[in-house]
T-cell receptor, first 114, second 110 residues
Framework: QQKVQQSPESLSVPEGGMASLNCTSS?????YFWWYRQHSGEGPKALM?????GDKKEGRFTAHLNKASLHVSLHIRDSQPSDSALYFC??????????????FGLGTTLQVQP | AQTIHQWPVAEIKAVGSPLSLGCTIK??????LYWYWQATGGTLQQLFY??????VESVVQLNLSASRPKDDQFILSTEKLLLSHSGFYLC?????????FGSGTRLTVL
């Protein structure tokens, strides 16, 4: 069973719209989360990490974590065509000395329509 | 500035041929280094990690091996490629609580 589950599998939003991506960990040992974005042919780039309950905002990106339900979401405000990419959620059991043991979800493909 | 460099950018190899992929980190001593594999459009699977020179831990068995001959260098290799080895190979490192990836090597095995 996939320990990190993402939804939806794919998503299409109009330019300027809001994109919302979801992620849930099925293992209570994995409660530290990261979001990554991967454009075609490139390596994934870290967008943000979130370790505490509540919201974390970085520019147009806002992550929300609910530790009780192990659910994290990523919201992209004012979506741009350049945001079209594969988005991964990753979870870990710790934040020091254990970063490499990230478990990645299967990803959400976001398409922003001009 | 810290940089991660992978080589080659892409490889097309025959089944049964050997392979060597490389990764170099500049600007950080004794980094934790990782190799990941990604099927086309798929998720990221950790293959190996290393916390110091000469020490490499295997995470999954895919008929691949890894070595860390220098503090800033991580090598992925095999003596005999399989069709299933095709994919995108990513080197990564973790200078803080986040994992950072290189630009990857696209491997096609025919």
């Amino acid at each position: 069973q996939q320990k990190v589950q993402q939804s939806p599998e794919s998503l299409s939003v109009p330019e300027g719209g809001m994109a919302s991506l979801n992620c849930t960990s099925s293992d209570r040992n994995f409660q530290y989360f990261w979001w990554y974005r991967q454009h075609s042919g490139e390596g994934p780039k870290a967008l943000m990490s979130i370790f505490s309950d509540g919201d974390k905002k970085e520019g147009r990106f806002t992550a929300h974590l609910n530790k009780a339900s192990l659910h994290v979401s990523l919201h992209i405000r004012d979506s741009q065509p350049s945001d079209s990419a594969l988005y991964f959620c990753a979870a870990s059991g710790g934040i020091t000395g254990n970063t490499g043991k990230l478990i990645f979800g299967l990803g959400t493909t976001l398409q922003v329509q001009p | 500035a810290q940089t991660i460099h992978q080589w080659p950018v892409a490889e097309i190899k025959a089944v049964g041929s050997p392979l060597s992929l490389g990764c170099t980190i500049k600007g950080k001593s004794s980094p934790n280094l990782y190799w990941y594999w990604q099927a086309t459009g798929g998720t990221l699977q950790q293959l190996f990690y290393s916390i110091t020179v000469g020490q490499v831990e295997s995470v999954v068995q895919l008929n691949l091996s890894a070595s860390r001959p220098k503090d800033d260098q991580f090598i992925l290799s095999t003596e005999k490629l399989l069709l299933s080895h095709s994919g995108f190979y990513l080197c990564a490192w973790s200078p803080d609580e986040t994992l950072y990836f290189g630009s990857g090597t696209r491997l096609t095995v025919l």
